[in-house]
Structures are given as C-alpha cells and as structure tokens.
C-alpha cells in the first residue's frame, strides 16, 4: 500500500469536478483506491457518490491510498488527475 497525503486548497472543497477527476482516473488501475478524510472516516476513489458524500471542505487534508499490483502508478496518476481538477477553482 502507498499513500500521500493532499490539502484541499478549494474553496469549494470537493466538488463534482475534482471528484469526477480521480473517479475517472481510479478505474483505469486493479489497485483499490481509498481515502481516509475525518475521524477514521474513508471513501472510495472508484466511486464519485463516496468522494461527493466525504463532503471534504477546503483546507482539510485527506491521504490518497493505492493497494495493488499497480498502486504506486495509480497513486500517481489519481493524485495528479485530483490535484489539477482542484487548481481549476
């Protein structure tokens, strides 16, 4: 498992538009893609309904996790499709 921690520089938080970012890049990868935001609190990255209901708001920080045969490609590629999807704002 890899991991990286992101702090959602967004006024918006996250919304549909960095949310359907890392949706749509997490399906590309076998590896699992979660993450954990709160109080023990996970969401996962394959499905925009559990990112949008993370209701992650700006300033928080979340940490990005991959688990699979492709995880540290995926973490990448997830944490770079998100992180642009957020500098749209």
């Known amino acids: 498992m890899v991991s990286r ?3 959602i520089d967004s006024l ?3 919304h549909l538009r960095p949310a359907g ?9 076998k590896s699992t893609v979660t993450f954990g935001y709160g109080e023990g609190k ?3 990255g394959k499905s925009i ?5 993370s ?8 940490n990005l996790m991959a688990d699979g045969e492709d995880e540290k490609e995926a973490l990448e590629a997830v944490a770079q499709a998100f992180i642009n999807a957020l500098k749209d704002d």
């Open 5 to 7: 921690n992101i702090t």
């Open 12 to 14: 918006l938080g996250i």
């Open 21 to 29: 970012a890392m949706c749509e890049e997490a399906v590309k990868y």
């Open 42 to 44: 996970s969401a996962n």
């Open 49 to 53: 309904i559990s990112i949008l209901a």
């Open 55 to 62: 209701g992650v708001k700006c300033g928080e920080t979340i």
